[in-house]
């Protein structure tokens, strides 16, 4: 079974300072990962996803992620944060070439970035 | 990006009464879809993925005669609460996985959510 963990629930950083978000998974096979980003009261906005090829993946507003198999991670990042960019940031994990399952997710990781 | 759309945004009801949210998409057709559930400053729950033509299929927990799911066409699905009773209250999302020309690699996107309070 296919399993996610974001290791932070809160991470705060300065405006204009890089940003982390950690993750981590477990499923057996290749995996496909994604990030997320939901803000109050809104559903979740697809940021970026690895599905294969290079490990280092260009989303939206400037983030990135990287996959690193051997660690089991692909923990999102921004080099230079902006109050705008706070809000609950999702990992989410899918096993590969698996048909139509749905995603598991993490518990989420509420991002706020300080002006 | 592809585009999912969900309504109500909210919705006050009555307990005992049932509620209809609807999930559409947009520019794209959608075999399956999912529904969940979202507790305040909680993860996602998948409650039950909707597949187009057939049943819905239900995660262990989920009660199928409570909430009723329906995929009638490629681009949409509807969840019903029925008899509804406040501890339903809670955020319930769908999402679809776009697939097809000019769409790859398994991208699941949100609707934006539909806020339920029953009173």
């Known amino acids: 079974a296919q399993s996610v963990a974001q290791p932070e629930d809160q991470v705060n950083v300065a405006e204009g300072n890089p940003l982390t978000v950690k993750c981590t998974y477990s499923?057996?096979?290749?995996?496909?990962l994604f990030w997320y980003v939901q803000y109050p009261n809104r559903g979740l906005q697809f940021l970026l996803k690895y599905i294969t090829g290079d490990n280092l993946v260009k989303g939206s507003y400037g983030f990135e992620a990287e996959f690193n198999k051997s660690q089991t991670s692909f923990h999102l990042k921004k080099p230079s944060a902006l109050v705008s960019d706070s809000a609950l940031y999702f990992c989410a994990v899918s096993r590969a070439n698996s048909g139509n399952t749905p995603l598991v997710f993490g518990k989420g990781t509420r991002l706020s970035v300080i002006a | 990006g592809a585009v999912v759309s969900q309504h109500p945004s909210w919705v006050i009801c009555k307990s005992g009464t049932s509620v209809k949210i609807e999930c559409r998409s947009l520019d794209f057709q959608a075999t399956t879809m999912f529904w969940y559930r979202q507790f305040p400053k909680q993860s996602l729950m998948l409650m039950a993925t909707s597949n187009e033509g057939s049943k819905a299929t239900y995660e262990q927990g989920v009660e199928k005669d409570k909430f009723l799911i329906n995929h009638a066409s490629l681009t949409l699905s509807t969840l019903t609460v029925t008899s509804a009773h406040p501890e339903d209250s809670s955020f319930y999302i769908c999402?679809?996985?776009?697939?097809?020309?000019?769409?790859?690699?398994?991208?699941?996107?949100f609707g934006e959510g539909s806020w339920l309070t029953v009173v």
């Open positions: 499923v057996s096979g290749n995996p496909y």
């Open positions: 999402s679809a996985r776009a697939g097809g020309q000019g769409y790859s690699g398994n991208t699941i996107y």
